[in-house]
Structures are given as structure tokens and as C-alpha cells.
């Protein structure tokens, strides 16, 4: 069935550095894909999304860049933050439907 | 985006009871998802509620154990039934803004002993 891999689990990083996560999803048919970032006991919020017609797309520190030759698709944060700690989860969504499927998720710690 | 609050925020259940999660929308939608968040796990879709028909339920979720109501376009309610311990999980509402984008309710974290 549809699948979306995620990578790292766990991702430690040094205040000012970046941060880069990555998935893969399975269906071809998947056209629209989120990122979601959740602290500790809140809801997801949406961060950042792309469209499977667009290859790149920048949101001041964040940037989301697709492959959809390779089915890949990252998060990139910059000039990374304490408060950027937090799980992350990327999702794929297939066209037509309104289902989506999500990553495994990503723990990011920024050490200060 | 929408406003999406839950009810409750959290609950302590014994086994063998039953929880009905309400989620009330600010602006009217069309469907509205139920999704589980197992401790420290992804998101996993249960179901799909539209006004005025049964709810669509996914692989490995049913009707007699998630039943879901949807009486109008701006609230939903999810009962988790007969519970056991495995459903200890966060409970989350949402909807899909313009058909893509989608916003979480507060969620409900039950906890079942």
C-alpha cells in the first residue's frame, strides 16, 4: 500500500546550524505534500507545504524542496532555533482523494 | 485557517467504558477526519465523517468500536467504545481547508487503565 518513509528519527543539531529531513513516498499519484510541526503535547501545525508542480519552496527560514522523478522530498530549516525543537512529520497526499499519509516523524533537538 | 476545539482535552477511562470526543468547527466544512496518534507514533486516519451520511472508516478501524456522528457542518463527535488499555492515544479532529490543506483540532489525550 501507499507508504511514506521518513528520515532521521532523531536529529540533534548546534543553535545556527541547519537541519534537513527527508522522505519518500510510494504513489506516484501523490500530488501535494505537507510538513507538520508538533511540540510536546500540541497539535500538529502546518509549516510548510508543496505542490507536485513546483520544485522548491522557501517560507523565510524553512524551505521544502520535492523530486518527483526520485519521489523525495525534504524540509530544511536554517539558522536553527531552540524553539525549533520539535517532532516534525512529513505527509504525502493522493489526488483526488482526501486522504493523507504520514511520515514515521523526525525528533529535532537544537542544543543552544 | 478554521478554528477547530475539542472536547475534552484530556480523560482518565476504565477499561471496558466508553468516551465521546466532540469537535466543533468555527466555519462549516464538508468533511471532517478523525485521526489516532498512538504514544510517541505518527498520524493515523480513522475516518472520514460527511454531514448527512455514515461515516467512511479506514483498514483496521470499524463502526461498532469508533462509532462517529455528524448531525451538521460545523460538529462531529468520535466515541472510542469498550476501551482497553491500546487505546490510550491522542484523538484529534480535522479539517481540510480548500480541499488540501489540513488543520488539527486540540485533541483529546485518553488515557485508559
Known amino acids: 500500500g501507499e507508504n511514506v518513509e521518513q528520515h532521521p528519527s532523531t536529529l540533534s543539531v548546534q543553535e545556527g546550524d541547519s537541519a534537513v529531513i527527508k522522505c519518500t513516498y510510494s504513489?506516484?499519484?501523490?500530488?501535494?505534500f505537507p510538513w507538520y510541526k508538533q511540540e510536546l503535547g500540541k497539535r500538529p501545525q502546518l509549516i510548510i507545504d508543496i505542490r507536485s508542480n513546483v520544485g522548491e519552496k522557501k517560507d523565510q527560514r524553512i524551505a521544502v524542496t520535492l523530486n518527483k522523478t526520485a519521489k523525495h522530498f525534504s524540509l530544511h530549516i536554517t539558522e536553527t532555533q531552540p524553539e525549533d525543537s520539535a517532532v516534525y512529520f512529513c505527509?504525502?497526499?493522493?489526488?483526488?482523494?482526501?486522504?493523507?499519509?504520514f511520515g514515521t516523524g523526525t525528533r529535532l533537538k537544537v542544543l543552544a | 485557517s478554521a478554528v477547530i476545539s475539542q472536547k475534552p482535552s484530556r480523560d482518565i477511562c476504565q477499561r471496558g467504558t466508553s468516551l465521546t470526543i466532540q469537535c466543533q468547527v468555527d466555519s462549516q466544512v464538508t468533511m471532517m477526519f478523525w485521526y489516532r496518534q498512538q504514544p510517541g507514533q505518527s498520524l493515523t486516519l480513522i475516518a472520514t465523517?460527511?454531514?448527512?451520511?455514515?461515516?467512511?472508516?479506514e483498514s483496521g478501524f470499524v463502526i461498532d468500536k469508533f462509532p462517529i456522528s455528524r448531525p451538521n457542518l460545523t460538529f462531529s463527535t468520535l466515541t472510542v467504545s469498550n476501551m482497553s488499555p491500546e487505546d490510550s492515544s491522542i484523538y484529534l479532529c480535522s479539517v481540510a481547508e480548500g480541499g488540501e490543506k489540513l488543520f488539527f483540532g486540540s485533541g483529546t489525550q485518553l488515557s485508559v487503565l
Open positions: 504513489d506516484s499519484a501523490s500530488n501535494y
Open positions: 505527509a504525502a497526499k493522493q489526488v483526488g482523494t482526501y486522504k493523507y499519509i
Open positions: 465523517a460527511n454531514q448527512g451520511s455514515e461515516a467512511t472508516y
